[in-house]
C-alpha cells in the first residue's frame, strides 16, 4: 500500500508563491529518487524537478531559478517551492518515487495549481 500524496496546490495570482509537498509511505524512502511532474489540460505530462537519494537536483528549463526541490528524509517527505508562478504553471502536478534499484516507480493523485489573475 504505496502512497504518495501532495498537498498545497491552489489558485494564486501571476507573480506569487506556492509550497506543495508530497509525503510518502510505504516505500524504504532514502532508496528512491523523486519528481515533480506536471500537466496541463491537453498535454503530455512533463517533468518540472527530481531530486536524487543523494540530494542531487535537476530542473526542466521552463522553471530552472524560479522552483526550488528539496527533501526532508526524517520526514519521508519531499517540497517544491514554486515562485514567480505563471499562467503557464498551471497544472496538476504529480509527485513520483522511483526506486533506485529496480524497474519500478509510484505516482501521486496530483495536486491542482491555478496561476490566474
Known amino acids: 500500500q504505496v502512497q504518495l500524496v501532495e498537498s498545497g496546490g491552489g489558485l494564486v495570482q501571476p507573480g506569487r508563491s506556492l509550497r506543495l509537498s508530497c509525503a510518502a509511505s510505504?516505500?524504504?524512502?532514502?532508496?528512491?529518487?523523486m519528481a515533480w511532474y506536471r500537466q496541463a489540460p491537453g498535454e503530455q505530462r512533463e517533468l518540472v524537478a527530481r531530486?536524487?537519494?543523494?540530494?542531487?537536483?535537476n530542473y526542466a528549463d521552463s522553471v530552472k531559478d524560479r522552483f526550488a526541490i528539496s527533501r526532508d528524509n526524517s520526514k519521508n517527505t519531499i517540497y517544491l517551492q514554486m515562485n514567480n508562478l505563471k499562467p503557464d504553471d498551471t497544472a496538476v502536478y504529480y509527485c513520483e518515487a522511483q526506486d533506485r534499484l529496480r524497474p519500478v516507480n509510484y505516482w501521486g493523485q496530483g495536486t491542482q495549481v491555478t496561476v490566474s489573475s
Open positions: 531530486i536524487g537519494v543523494g540530494g542531487s537536483t
Open positions: 510505504g516505500i524504504l524512502f532514502i532508496n528512491y529518487n
